[in-house]
């Protein structure tokens, strides 16, 4: 079974800063079928990925997925006040669709 | 427009049975996988499952096989989840949420939203 790591846990930012958030697989994942998701509390979560570097349909440009293989990185450039919130990547390609622990992205 | 309304809140005793559901609209139920999520208070996402309404094709995560089951009835259009006998520890917010493409694992783009469940004596 493929782990999700994502690193850091928390990250402490000041708005118009950029994140840089990591999600390592400890297998390779295959065809990238690598998403990201954002949840804010109280709220479902919400993609804003797929396939490693493929925005959903709506989601602001400055938020950018790459990587290849087992390592992934979600960068948000020019942070939002409404962009502080838990980061979650999932590998979707084969069973289990696993999720990563999250990051937490907080006002500095 | 693609909805999934998932049913309300349920607070349960250990050792009872629980059936949540989540309604769709908005698309071709049969055609998109859907499937559940786990989050325990102040914790993150676990994926427990996901079924394929068209054929009922369900794969569940280890973590969770043989202690809930997924279903689906096309004629509703509605996903269900199932506990048998419920512990404490399934106290926890449940989402539904459909795959983005048709007929293939894919990302979540469509989700519920939310059933929590409340397992206490």
């Known amino acids: 079974e493929v782990v999700l790591t994502q690193s850091p846990g928390t990250l402490s930012l000041s708005p118009g800063e950029r994140a840089t958030l990591s999600c390592r697989a400890s297998?390779?994942?295959?065809?990238?079928?690598l998403a990201w998701y954002q949840q804010k509390p109280g709220q479902a979560p919400r993609l804003l990925v797929y396939?490693?570097?493929s925005r959903a349909t709506g989601i602001p440009d400055r938020f950018s997925g790459s990587g290849s293989g087992r390592d992934f990185t979600l960068n948000i450039n020019r942070l939002e006040p409404e962009d502080f919130a838990v980061y979650y990547c999932?590998?979707?390609?084969?069973?289990?669709?696993?999720f990563g622990g999250g990051t937490k992205v907080e006002i500095k | 427009e693609v909805q999934l309304v998932q049913s309300g809140a349920e607070v349960k005793k250990p050792g009872e049975s629980l059936m949540i559901s989540c309604k769709a609209s908005?698309?071709?139920?049969?055609?998109?996988?859907i499937g559940w999520v786990r989050q325990m208070p102040g914790k993150g996402l676990e994926w427990m499952g996901i079924?394929?309404?068209?054929?009922?094709?369900?794969r569940y995560s280890p973590s969770f096989q043989g202690q809930v089951t997924i279903s689906a009835d096309k004629s509703t259009s509605t996903a269900y989840l199932h506990w048998s006998s419920l512990k404490a520890s399934d106290t926890a917010m449940y989402y539904c949420?459909?795959?983005?493409?048709?007929?293939?694992?894919?990302?979540?783009?469509?989700w519920g939203q939310g059933t929590l469940v409340t397992v206490s004596s």
């Open positions: 999932q590998k979707y390609g084969s069973s289990p669709l696993t």
């Open positions: 297998q390779s994942v295959a065809s990238n079928s």
């Open positions: 079924i394929y309404p068209s054929d009922s094709d369900t």
């Open positions: 908005g698309y071709t139920f049969a055609a998109y996988w």
């Open positions: 949420a459909r795959a983005a493409y048709v007929g293939v694992w894919s990302a979540f783009s469509s």
């Open positions: 396939g490693a570097s």
